[in-house]
């Protein structure tokens, strides 16, 4: 119940940091130690992966973390050749970044293991509560974001 809560460990905001940060590192520690890939270089590599170009500041709303840690992040993938920039045409201050064809085949690899460790962690519920969380986090995420807007 909202309110009622009096232990850091019944705060459910917390509880779902954790465990996300569980989950992400579990994931992370494959990719890491085999490709050399922090999480935020991860993150970045998959929305890129998924979505195609975008500029950093759509990579920050896409992937919710800082403007510092997306421009870090970027900058280390654009050394190791994994994501090239390009002028954005439709605004001259800001560019698109796109994986590369190494970062796509790279990308290519990772997204099996990370597919294959997903389904391993959620294997503990079922099919159905697997839906039904996600669309609470939906649910959650849109909340979020509306609350975002009204304090603009």
Not at 111 to 129: D, L, S
Request: net charge neutral; glycine share 6%.
């Amino acid at each position: 119940m909202p309110g009622t809560q009096t232990r850091l460990s019944d705060f459910m905001p917390y509880r779902m940091a954790i465990t996300s940060n569980a989950v992400s590192s579990l994931i992370a520690g494959e990719y890491r130690s085999e490709f050399g890939l922090k999480i935020p270089e991860w993150r970045i590599m998959a929305v890129l992966g998924d979505a195609g170009p975008l500029t950093q500041r759509d990579l920050v709303r896409s992937t919710l973390m800082d403007k510092v840690a997306v421009n870090r992040a970027c900058k280390v993938l654009e050394e190791r050749g994994l994501v090239q920039r390009s002028p954005n045409e439709m605004d001259g201050r800001s560019h698109h970044l796109e994986l590369t064809t190494s970062g796509c085949e790279l990308h290519g690899q990772i997204w099996p293991q990370a597919v294959e460790m997903y389904e391993r962690i959620f294997a503990a519920i079922t099919p159905r509560e697997q839906e039904k969380l996600r669309s609470i986090l939906e649910k959650l995420l849109k909340a979020a974001r509306a609350m975002e807007v009204e304090e603009k």
